[in-house]
């Protein structure tokens, strides 16, 4: 079996908040492989905005283990190797909607054609036409549109989706999961999306469910 490319155990991170702690995550004991679909469901505040950021390795646990056996150390891992696509808007004001797409290229200085990759991505999406658009003149839900080209754009081991439905109507959030479920269709690349909506999740072929910081992966360890 191909090395994982998350293994958690046992993690916890607790923040402080006005000096006292709050623990967001409490113990969180997974495995992610290649190809997983997954959806990470649960009431707001049960710590999944926090449990894919320490995925991401933006953050790090106060407590317990995560490793990234397939992908290499936490300082490594952004934008090339995981994409994560924030919960709340995240696109540079002054860069047009093609040069938002095109930073994660960049910064992980790609080689290959920048332009086409991001042609594909934006297609992708069915949003060529706002190419040359600034973030300003967008809806939210386009805006969560592009977030997710940006994500995909690099051909990521693991894309993070930190509820990309959120600002959508049902119908505008199906055909967004179609254009990605579509898009990544008999590919390695795994997705973990945080989600309230039980439309989303039944996508999806696992079912995560966080619980006052405490994970449920429906599965041993
Ligand atoms: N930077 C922070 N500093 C202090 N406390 C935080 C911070 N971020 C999150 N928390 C707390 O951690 C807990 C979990 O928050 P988190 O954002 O992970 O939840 P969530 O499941 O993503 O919620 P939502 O569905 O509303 O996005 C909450 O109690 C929140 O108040
Ligand atoms: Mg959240």
């Known amino acids: 079996m191909a090395d994982a490319l998350i293994e958690a155990r046992d993690v916890g991170r607790t923040y402080l908040q006005g000096g006292s702690p709050v623990a967001a995550v409490r113990s969180a004991t997974f495995r992610l492989q290649e190809g997983d679909r997954v959806a990470l469901i649960g009431r ?19 407590s317990g283990a995560i490793r990234w056996p397939a992908l290499g150390g936490a300082d490594t891992l952004l934008p090339a190797k995981i994409a ?22 960049i910064l992980s200085g790609a080689g290959g054609d920048v332009r086409q990759a991001v042609l594909h991505a934006l297609a992708t999406f069915a949003l060529e036409e706002l190419a040359d658009k600034l973030p300003e003149e ?13 994500a995909i754009v690099g051909r ?44 989303v999740a039944e996508r999806m072929a696992a079912t ?5 910081g405490v994970l449920a992966t429906g599965s041993p360890p």
């Open 44 to 62: 707001s505040g049960s710590g999944k905005t926090t449990l894919l950021h320490l995925m991401a390795g933006l953050d790090r646990p106060s």
């Open 84 to 105: 994560l696509v924030f919960q709340v808007p995240s696109l540079l004001d002054p860069l047009t909607v093609a040069e938002n797409v095109a930073l994660p290229l």
């Open 138 to 150: 967008l809806s939210g839900g386009q805006v969560q549109r592009v977030a997710m080209a940006r």
């Open 156 to 199: 990521p081991s693991l894309i993070l989706a930190d509820e990309p439905t959120g600002q959508l109507d049902r119908a505008t959030g199906r055909a967004l999961l179609d254009a990605l479920l579509g898009h990544l269709a008999g590919s390695a690349t795994a997705l973990v999306l945080a989600t309230h909506d039980p439309a």
């Open 208 to 212: 995560w469910q966080l619980r006052d």
